[in-house]
């Protein structure tokens, strides 16, 4: 069964930069919409960005599109979310999830990753 795995998480500065990887446990992503959500502590998870399957549609949410980035390469198998210009506020569990369409909740996504610690502190 397909599994998403996240990757790349850490700790960072703030003003720093990483950037995370989804990469499935076996199969492909070549034919998934792929999403990154942040769940930070005491709030509810937030939808990040999206993906389609073949890279040409791609949206971010008003409060990152700035600070963040999402790309794909489906020969890696692979979808990234860069992170730029790190805030303390962008603390939290990153996940990636797959889906189809173009959802920007969690609804529209059907496959999730065990998810990815970022924590941004001095």
């Known amino acids: 069964q397909l599994q998403l795995v996240e990757s790349g998480g850490g700790l960072v500065q703030p003003g720093g930069s990483l950037t995370l990887s989804c990469t499935p446990s076996q199969g492909s992503l070549a034919y998934s919409t792929i999403g990154w959500f942040r769940q930070a502590p005491g709030r509810e998870m937030s939808w990040l960005s999206y993906i389609s399957s073949g890279g040409t549609a791609v949206d971010l949410a008003d409060s990152v599109k700035e600070r963040f980035a999402t790309s794909r390469d489906n020969a890696k198998n692979t979808v990234y979310l860069r992170l730029f210009a790190l805030k303390p506020e962008d603390t939290g569990i990153y996940y990636c999830?797959?889906?189809?369409?173009?959802?920007?909740?969690?609804?529209?996504?059907?496959?999730w990753g065990r998810g990815t610690q970022v924590t941004v502190s001095s």
């Open positions: 999830a797959a889906g189809q369409g173009l959802p920007r909740s969690s609804d529209g996504y059907s496959l």
